[in-house]
């Protein structure tokens, strides 16, 4: 999914088809991906080199890490529970 707003996420209500938040992150967003329990959105920023992570219940950045350079795609697996599941 690409953004084309410089330095935001947006956060859209699906039923009323309406952005209900924006979301400042880094410097060209351009993936975004969700956590398996749906709690955290880590988003790619091409221009800085760093990932922004989202709380998707505060909807506000947590943490921005560094990426290395221009980063642009990004998958998040879930981990094995303890039984290796």
Known sequence: MRFY???TVSVIDT???KV???IQVG????????TPDGKLAVVTNFD???ISVIDTKKNK???????GDSPVSIAIL???????K
């Open 5 to 7: 707003n410089k330095w």
């Open 15 to 17: 039923e009323k088809n």
């Open 20 to 22: 209900i938040k924006t």
């Open 27 to 34: 410097e060209e967003p351009v993936e975004i991906d969700l």
């Open 48 to 50: 800085d080199d760093t």
């Open 61 to 67: 950045v947590i943490k921005t890490l560094p990426a």
């Open 78 to 84: 879930s981990r094995f529970d303890e039984e290796g």
